[in-house]
C-alpha cells in the first residue's frame, strides 16, 4: 500500500505539472502520466526528482500505481480528448473509482460524462481550475462539481492545494450536482472577461482622452489597487504599463490590438441567452474582442472615418475620480449579472448554488480574485435569498455613491468618440433594471400587430393574454406564446 499514489494525474503541461508539485509538497503521492511519454521522462529527470512522484508510460501502469477507490485527474485539451481519455481509461478502472476533469470542459460535456460514466460505475467530477500555472503550483481556486459521492475521496486533496483566504478557508468546496463546476467556471471565466474590458476602457479613457503617459497611469492603478478596486487584474495592469523593454520602450505599445479568446467567455453569453439571464456585460466584452479581431477593416474604417476627438478640458484629477467610479459601479453590475446566472442555472438545472460559498471560492488563486468579494460573501450569507446583488444595502450604497462619476465617464467617451461598451451597457442595465416600467409595451403590442402574440394587460392579474385586432382584418386567432 505504501508504494501506491494517493492520486493520478493525465497531462504534464504547465498546469498538470504544477498541480502535482503542489500535491507533492502537501505530502501526497502522484502518479503522473502524458500522452506522449517522453514528456514523463522530462518531468521525472526535472522538477519531479526526488519527489514521492512515481511516474508511469501507459495507462495500464498509471492504473496500477493508485490506492483503491482510484482516483485520476485530467488535465488535457477539453472537449474530444477527454472523451478519448475518458474511453480508453474505464476498462482500468473499477466500480467506485474516480475521475477528475480538471480542464476549461463545457458545462454540458461534464452533466453528460458523468451519466455515462455512473452507469458504468465510475463517479465522475468536474472540477474548474484557476489560477494560472502559479496558482496551480502555489493554491488555485477549484470548483468541483458531479458525482458527490466523490467529494469526501477528494476532499482533502484538493483543499490542503487550493489558496486560502486570510482566515484558512480554502477556495475549495462542493458545488453541485452534474455540471455545476465547470458551470460556476464558466461564469467566473465570463467575469474575467468582463472585468479585463473594463479596465481596458479606463486605460483608454485615460490614455486617449485624458492623455495620461504609461507611468502615470502605471500610478494610478497601482494606487487604485490599494482601495477598493483592490484586485489580480488591476495589479497586474499596474505592472504591464510601466514594463519596458531592451531598447527602453513600453512594451504594451508594440503589442498588436487583437485580443484573442479559448471560448469560455462565448459559452457564459450562450448560457445566458438560452436562460433568459439579462449578462449584457459580459455579453459586450465577448463582442469587444470579435472587434478587436477586425484589424484590417477597422485600419480601412479609421481612413474614412477619421477621430475627431475634441481637446480634453476641465480637471483631469476629477476625471480620474470618475473614472474610478465608472469601472467600480460597473465591475458590480458584472458581478451582480453573473449571479443572475448562478441563479437562472439553479432553476433551470434544479442545482442548488451556495452563492456565497462561490464568492470565497473567487477570493483568492483565481483570476478575478478582487478584495471586495469579501462582501458579495456577506450579502448573500446574510441573505441567501437576495434576488439581485444590487439591493444588498452595502452593494446599494456603492453604486448611489458611484453613479455620477460613471454617468459623466460614459457621457464624455461618447463626446470624444471614445469607445466604453461595457461600461455604457452596465450603466444602461442598471438603468433598465431600477425602472419600473419600461417600453416593453410597445414592443409587445407590436408582436401582436404583426404577429397576434397576445400581450398582458396591468389592470388584469399575469398570465392572462389579450389580443387586439388592430387593423380590423386579423381576427380573432392568435401565435402561441412563450418566455424567452
Not at 73 to 84: Q, S
Not at 265 to 277: H, M, S
Request: charged share 25%; net charge negative; glycine share 12%.
Amino acid at each position: 500500500m505504501e508504494n501506491k499514489a494517493n492520486i493520478g494525474l493525465i497531462g504534464l503541461a504547465v498546469m498538470g505539472q504544477n498541480l502535482v508539485l503542489n500535491m507533492s509538497d502537501h505530502g501526497y503521492t502522484v502518479a503522473v502520466f502524458n500522452r506522449t511519454t517522453e514528456k514523463v521522462k522530462e518531468f521525472m529527470e526535472g522538477g519531479a526528482q526526488g519527489r514521492a512522484i512515481i511516474g508511469t508510460y501507459s495507462l495500464e501502469e498509471l492504473a496500477a500505481a493508485l490506492r483503491r477507490p482510484r482516483k485520476v485527474m485530467l488535465m488535457v485539451k477539453a472537449g474530444w480528448p477527454v472523451d478519448a481519455t475518458i474511453e480508453k481509461l474505464v476498462p482500468l478502472l473499477e466500480e467506485g473509482d474516480i475521475i477528475i476533469d480538471g480542464g476549461n470542459s463545457h458545462f454540458p460535456d461534464s452533466t453528460r460524462r458523468m451519466n455515462e460514466l455512473a452507469e458504468k460505475g465510475i463517479l465522475f467530477v468536474g472540477a474548474g481550475v484557476s489560477g494560472g500555472e502559479i496558482g496551480a503550483r502555489f493554491g488555485p481556486s477549484i470548483m468541483p462539481g458531479g458525482a458527490e459521492q466523490a467529494w469526501p475521496e477528494i476532499k482533502p486533496i484538493f483543499q490542503a492545494i487550493a489558496a486560502k483566504v486570510v482566515d484558512g478557508s480554502p477556495c475549495c468546496e462542493w458545488l453541485g450536482d452534474e455540471g455545476a463546476g465547470h458551470f460556476v467556471k464558466m461564469v467566473h471565466n465570463g467575469i474575467e472577461y468582463g472585468d479585463m474590458q473594463l479596465i481596458c476602457e479606463a486605460y483608454d479613457l485615460m490614455k486617449t482622452a485624458a492623455g495620461l503617459s504609461n507611468d502615470e497611469m502605471a500610478k494610478v492603478f497601482a494606487g487604485w489597487n490599494q482601495g477598493r478596486l483592490d484586485s489580480y487584474l488591476v495589479e497586474i495592469t499596474a505592472d504591464i504599463l510601466k514594463y519596458r523593454n531592451e531598447d527602453g520602450g513600453y512594451v504594451v505599445d508594440y503589442i498588436l490590438d487583437t485580443a484573442g479568446q479559448k471560448g469560455t467567455g462565448k459559452w457564459t453569453a450562450g448560457a445566458a441567452l438560452e436562460t433568459g439571464a439579462p449578462l449584457t456585460l459580459i455579453g459586450e466584452a465577448v463582442f469587444a474582442r470579435f472587434l478587436s479581431a477586425l484589424k484590417d477593416t477597422r485600419v480601412e474604417a479609421s481612413c474614412a472615418f477619421p477621430a475627431e476627438t475634441p481637446e480634453f478640458s476641465g480637471s483631469r484629477e476629477d476625471f480620474i475620480r470618475a473614472i474610478h467610479d465608472a469601472l467600480y459601479a460597473s465591475k458590480i453590475v458584472s458581478y451582480a449579472q453573473g449571479y443572475m446566472l448562478l441563479r437562472a442555472a439553479e432553476e433551470e438545472f434544479g442545482w442548488k448554488m451556495p452563492y456565497g460559498t462561490i464568492a470565497q471560492l473567487w477570493r483568492e488563486g483565481c483570476i478575478i480574485r478582487a478584495v471586495f468579494l469579501d462582501r458579495i460573501k456577506d450579502a448573500y450569507d446574510s441573505n441567501p435569498g437576495l434576488s439581485n446583488l444590487l439591493l444588498d444595502p452595502y452593494f446599494k450604497g456603492e453604486i448611489q455613491g458611484a453613479l455620477a462619476g460613471w454617468r459623466k465617464v460614459v457621457a464624455k467617451a461618447a463626446e470624444m468618440g471614445v469607445p466604453v461598451p461595457a461600461m455604457s451597457s452596465a450603466l444602461a442595465f442598471f438603468d433598465g433594471y431600477r425602472r419600473e416600467r419600461l417600453p416593453a409595451n410597445l414592443l409587445q403590442a407590436q408582436r401582436d400587430y404583426f404577429g397576434a402574440h397576445t400581450y398582458e394587460r396591468i389592470d388584469r392579474p399575469r398570465g392572462e393574454f389579450f389580443h387586439t385586432n388592430w387593423t380590423g382584418e386579423g381576427g380573432d386567432v392568435t401565435s402561441s406564446s412563450y418566455d424567452a
